[in-house]
């Protein structure tokens, strides 16, 4: 089945600086590659997305970014602000009639004011 | 709450005990998702439902049984857990087909003593 590594488990970044988490998968069957932000006791919303047919993606401060050949995608996050601070996951999906989706392990991201 | 909501929000259950989660959707969608989120481990796929038809069981055990009587009713049946057990099940809805966010339920958080 679909394995999807995440790291770092955890991140500490200054208030305004950049913040990038990674993941790898191994399924090429995996066309859809989402992330969700999770807040301390909260559910898991959906940040940024991003289909196996586009390279990269930009929304505001975050961009996502997808290298189908080495199986990785990334998530960046610019300027970043205290209230990003939460665990943030990847996922691997193979989405046809239903998703089947693999998450990673989570990164936990704190912003330093 | 809209969206997709969960009761109970906590549980708390003995060894010997039969319980129910249940899971409630009002975004018109088809497909319907059980996670199980445990510290320090990545968001676990238990189940899949689409159109109310079980298509992915991920090797969970048998005292684990889900029910989906209509689109919008999602229920997890419980009974004799482990207390390893233990975490915040997630329930998840998308439409079904094509590469989709999936909506979070705020989760059940359960301790099985």
């Known amino acids: 089945g679909e394995n999807v590594e995440q790291h770092p488990s955890t991140l500490s970044v200054q208030e305004g600086d950049s913040a990038v988490i990674k993941c790898t998968y191994s399924?090429?069957?995996?066309?859809?590659f989402p992330w969700y932000k999770q807040e301390l006791g909260k559910r898991p919303q959906l940040i940024i997305d991003?289909?196996?047919?586009?390279g990269e993606k930009k929304d505001q401060r975050i961009a996502v970014t997808l290298n189908k050949t080495a199986k990785h995608f990334s998530l960046h996050i610019t300027e970043t602000q205290p209230e990003d601070s939460a665990v943030y996951f990847c996922?691997?999906?193979?989405?046809?009639?239903?998703?089947?989706?693999?998450f990673g392990i989570g990164t936990k991201l704190q912003v330093i004011p | 709450e809209t969206g997709v909501t969960q009761t109970p929000r906590h549980l708390v259950m003995g060894m010997t005990n039969k319980k129910s989660l249940k899971c409630e959707q009002h975004?018109?969608?088809?497909?319907m998702y059980w996670y199980k989120q445990s510290a320090k481990k990545p968001l676990e796929l238990m189940f899949v439902?689409?159109?109310?038809?079980?298509?992915e069981n991920n090797s969970v055990p048998s005292r684990f049984s889900p029910e989906c009587p209509n689109s919008s009713h999602l229920f997890l049946h419980l009974h004799t857990l482990q207390p390893e057990d233990s975490a915040l099940y997630l329930c998840?809805?998308?439409?079904?087909?094509?590469?989709?966010?999936?909506?979070f339920g705020p989760g059940t958080r359960l301790t099985v003593l």
């Open positions: 998840a809805s998308s439409v079904p087909s094509g590469a989709n966010e999936q909506f």
């Open positions: 399924d090429s069957a995996s066309n859809y």
């Open positions: 991003i289909r196996s047919n586009v």
């Open positions: 996922a691997a999906t193979i989405s046809g009639g239903y998703q089947k989706v693999t």
């Open positions: 975004l018109g969608h088809n497909a």
């Open positions: 439902y689409n159109f109310k038809e079980q298509t």
